[in-house]
């Protein structure tokens, strides 16, 4: 029986291991986990928003580990205030649909709750342990396939950060979370006729999100995201110790800088009975190698986050890691018993980016960026046409691919956007 051992229990790490457990291959999979389900439901922040797009929830729905799409806070498109400078009077309005299905944030901490629980009863081990990257060693040097689905401390160190692919070395971000209730339930109802992610980006201060957010306490919810760039207006959340601090620096900053939706958030507050509704913190968006050599002489092989780390900014981190996820399960059952070697991982991480990852990572990190002049006529055709926005704009959040080359190439975006632009713009 083949043996697979699994380093890290979130969302990619437990997509991978039911969908080993549920083929017809036999496989004797192990999970580590430095926290047992009930400390992932009760003593963890969620770790992200993780808004996922209904092609995603379709994975976990077809491994049947959908238990909450049915019942979720949906989202169904993007509501979008851009402002090119913070003080300016310009400001853009988009609004688009993903499609005809809607998506949803669901809390990670009751799905990894609920999926290692059930790990566990299709006959899967649980391990909780804190696993040192000594330990790593001697967990692959006992496994046929070893996957590291958790990146932190020295773990991390175990796979390079590859160099010809990752952009960045340092955070692009500073990054600030809160869940709340009690906001206004008509939401911006006047201004899209869908329930939003309602993005306000601010090109030279950073950008903050409200999400739809479906709370592990089933109360109706809102999970906002800051993302200031260092020293701008926005840059206010160093101080906070706690979920309120958040919130009500958030608060300020929108009463002054987004006046337009005060009426509707002010009345939200922090989770409660969830100390954990909040987080800060920043990180560098990375793309790590294929595979790392470890001292037992077998590869040890990223999945998920670890395999590619994405600034939040554009919503593909949760979508690219759970689609991760299923791609390398796919490959592995598929395996036969031919090795898992590095020469396999690195066949594997070549045709994921080729098929996904590399149009998620390059079109994210657009959006790091001051916009594109190809970025601009797009921005403007969506503003200008709500069907472009739709088809073209906003609607190709799910499906990245389909950004290219529009985004970077101003004779693709005009051959695509300009009947679409106002008249002035497309002369």
């Not at 309602?198 to 479906?214: I, Q, R």
Request: one cysteine or more; aromatic letters at 12%; a negative charge.
């Amino acid at each position: 029986m083949t043996k697979v051992s699994i380093i890290g229990a979130g969302t990619a790490g437990c997509i991978f291991a039911h969908a080993l457990l549920k083929s017809d291959k036999g496989f004797e999979v192990t999970i580590y986990s430095d926290r047992t389900p009930e400390d992932w439901l009760d003593n963890v922040p969620p770790t992200g928003t993780a808004a996922l797009y209904p092609e995603t929830i379709d994975i976990e729905r077809g491994l049947g580990m959908d238990h909450w799409s049915q019942d979720m806070h949906e989202m169904h498109g993007v509501l979008l205030d851009f402002k090119p400078t913070i003080d300016g009077d310009q400001k853009i309005v988009v609004a688009g649909r993903f499609g005809e299905r809607a998506g949803g944030a669901i809390d990670m901490r009751m799905r990894v709750h609920r999926w290692l629980h059930d790990f566990e009863d299709m006959g899967g081990k649980l391990i909780i342990e804190a696993v040192s990257a000594a330990r790593a060693d001697e967990i692959a040097a006992q496994s046929d396939l070893t996957v590291l689905a958790a990146g932190k401390g020295e773990l991390s160190r175990l796979i390079a950060r590859d160099e010809k692919r990752s952009v960045y070395n340092r955070p692009q971000r500073k990054l600030a979370m809160y869940i709340v209730e009690g906001m206004d339930e008509g939401r911006w109802d006047d201004r899209a006729d869908f329930n939003p992610v309602k993005f306000n980006f601010y090109g030279d201060t950073g950008e903050y999100f409200w999400v739809p957010f479906t709370h592990k306490s089933g109360k109706y919810t809102w999970c906002a995201l800051f993302e200031p760039k260092p020293g701008g207006k926005m840059d206010i959340f160093d101080d906070c110790k706690t979920a309120q601090d958040a919130v009500d620096a958030g608060n300020s900053f929108i009463k002054e800088h987004a006046p337009w939706e005060w009426d509707v958030v002010k009345t939200g507050k922090p989770v409660e009975g969830d100390p954990f509704c909040w987080l800060k913190g920043q990180f560098p968006p990375t793309v790590r190698h294929a595979y790392g050599m470890l001292p037992c002489g077998k590869p040890i092989m990223p999945l998920g986050d670890t395999a590619i780390t994405f600034d939040p900014i554009g919503g593909q981190g949760g979508n690219c890691a759970q689609r991760n996820a299923k791609f390398v399960s796919d490959m592995v059952i598929g395996r036969g018993d031919a090795p898992f070697d590095a020469y396999w991982m690195q066949q594997v991480m070549d045709a994921f980016w080729g098929w996904h990852g590399q149009a998620a990572y390059s079109f994210n990190n657009i959006l790091l960026e001051p916009l594109t002049e190809a970025g601009q006529i797009m921005l403007g055709a969506a503003a200008n046409n709500r069907s472009f926005a739709d088809k073209h704009f906003i609607g190709n959040f799910t499906k990245p691919k389909d950004f290219f080359p529009y985004m970077t190439d101003v004779e693709a975006a005009l051959s695509v956007a300009g009947p679409y632009l106002p008249q002035q713009a497309a002369e």
